[in-house]
């Protein structure tokens, strides 16, 4: 079993989990900041805005775990603020980080649309990175299975929690978001491939997808009225994406055939 706390100085403990987010932050800054530099979007913007939404995505990350777990957490106050144990949920994260991008965009007169398109390959990478977090805090699991013979024997260590072996889908979900990243990166350049949006709209679909099924996997999903929370959200994402694809390129076809 990996150790969850990767430095230890004095009473200053450093968790895998917290460097695995703070890596995929930076490299998704860096991404963000190159493409910027193509895009007419400066370092300086990129830059304020992650400082101002990453505190913020995270306690609104936090804050969407803890509502759908407060019969626990009620019982438990002092633990609210552990986020090192793990218990931060992505859609609580992209929810919060998106209302302060509408507000940092509106003031800056930034369109979100376009920044987005700059960030999204960023953020996938990120959530690529970040499971990895939940697989070191071992969470984030799938049922009990008989083995895991197809997988590297550090993950199968890992994933042999409370006497089984686990569904590893941390790694299903990692992978995915990866595949994305790559597609998104070696495509966005391609001339008239993509118009403006669609790289989000694609992350929306891809990562709705993607989460749908593998939050189907998973043995600790945040319930609502008897239903996974996250998987409801995937298909309104997976809708709303679509359909932004669909308004968008109809709204480039139709005024084409009209003049004809």
């Known amino acids: 079993m990996i150790n969850p706390i990767a430095i230890q100085l004095g009473s200053i403990a450093i968790h895998w989990y917290a460097i695995c987010i703070v890596s ?3 490299l998704a800054v860096y991404l963000a900041i190159k493409e910027g530099e193509r895009k007419g979007i400066t370092s300086d913007d990129i830059l ?9 995505a995270i306690v609104g990350a936090r804050a969407y775990y803890v509502t759908f777990e407060w019969s626990y957490y009620r019982k438990h106050l002092d633990e609210i603020v552990a986020i090192w144990n793990g218990g931060i949920a992505i859609y609580g994260g992209l929810l919060t980080g998106l209302l302060v991008l509408l507000v940092f965009s509106h003031r800056r007169k930034i369109n979100p649309i376009h920044f987005l398109d700059i960030t999204v390959p960023g953020v996938m990478v990120a959530q690529s990175i970040g499971r990895w977090g939940n697989f070191i805090n071992q969470e984030a699991y799938g049922k009990a299975v008989k083995s895991l013979d197809y997988f590297p024997a550090f993950i199968r260590q890992q994933m042999y929690i409370d006497g089984s072996y686990r569904v590893p889908t941390f790694f299903y979900e990692s992978i995915w978001n990866l595949i ?5 990166v070696t495509t966005r350049h391609r001339r008239h491939f993509w118009r403006q949006g669609e790289l989000t709209a694609f992350y929306l679909i891809w990562y709705g997808c993607g989460r749908f099924v593998i939050e189907g996997m998973r043995t600790d999903s945040l319930y609502f009225m008897g239903l996974r929370v996250s998987q409801w959200l995937s298909v309104l994402l997976v809708i709303f994406g679509i359909v932004f694809v669909v308004y968008r390129r109809l709204r480039d076809i139709v005024p084409y055939y009209l003049e004809k």
């Open 180 to 184: 994305g990243f790559v597609f998104i």
């Open 48 to 56: 304020d805005f992650i400082l101002l939404a990453f505190p913020i």
């Open 24 to 26: 995929g932050l930076l």
